[in-house]
């Protein structure tokens, strides 16, 4: 089985703080993606890593970097945490183009 | 216009009924077509993956695809309360991008 995980399942961080979400998957994927989901938007596209080292953006990277030092582990960074960051943030990776298995999501509230 | 379009329910039927979950689109492009199962507080998990049109059949679940109507949808048979959930269509163009509907909300009623 497909095992993506994710640093941590619930989160609240100030506004203005640097926050670090991780997500490490144990198949081997070249293909790994951060998504965010929100009520009445679905899930949408951050940023996403066809390798290590390599990153695209997503439909919406305003206020996101992401790190993909090893094959397995990808990064999403907050660089100023905003209130309207808060959502639910997904993680998936992907062995080949769309099948894509997702973690366990990581909700973070900004106050 | 959404590039696509999921009724976001909630939709509550009786245990053993048949149910219904459909997506529209307007993208003639897309090539991949993928319906997930969300529960509560949990990622999305992959439920059926089809590239044609035409009927894929996995146990009590069915994916049927129309390109030419740009519909898409799934149905489950004898639903089970374990199958309450929210369901996401999801379509791709063949690059690594998904267009994902809102979900649709199902409840099954024991």
């Known amino acids: 089985d497909v095992k993506v995980t994710q640093s941590s399942r619930y989160l609240v961080k100030r506004t203005g703080e640097k926050v670090f979400l991780e997500c490490v998957q144990d198949?081997?994927?070249?293909?790994m993606f951060w998504y965010r989901q929100d009520p009445g938007l679905g899930l949408r596209l951050i940023y996403f890593?066809?390798?290590?080292?390599?990153?695209e953006k997503g439909d919406i990277p305003e206020g996101y970097s992401v790190s993909r030092e090893k094959k397995e582990r990808f990064s999403l960074i907050l660089e100023s945490a905003s209130t309207n960051q808060t959502s639910m943030y997904l993680c998936a990776s992907s062995p080949f183009k769309s099948r894509k298995y997702f973690g366990p999501g990581t909700r973070l509230t900004v106050t | 216009q959404k590039e696509v379009e999921q009724d976001p329910g909630p939709l509550s039927v009786p245990e053993g009924a048949i149910v219904s979950l459909n997506c529209t689109y307007s993208?003639?492009?897309?090539?991949?077509f993928m319906w997930y199962r969300q529960y509560s507080r949990k990622g999305p998990e992959l439920l059926m993956y089809t590239y044609s049109s035409g009927n894929k059949e996995d146990g009590r679940f069915t994916a049927q695809v129309d390109k030419s109507s740009k519909y898409i949808s799934l149905f489950i048979r004898d639903s089970q309360p374990s199958d309450s959930a929210t369901y996401l269509c999801?379509?791709?163009?063949?690059?690594?991008?998904?267009?994902f509907g809102t979900g649709t909300r199902l409840t099954i009623i024991p």
């Open positions: 890593s066809y390798d290590v080292k390599m990153k």
């Open positions: 993208n003639s492009a897309f090539q991949y």
């Open positions: 999801a379509m791709g163009l063949g690059n690594e991008k998904l267009t």
């Open positions: 198949m081997d994927h070249e293909n």
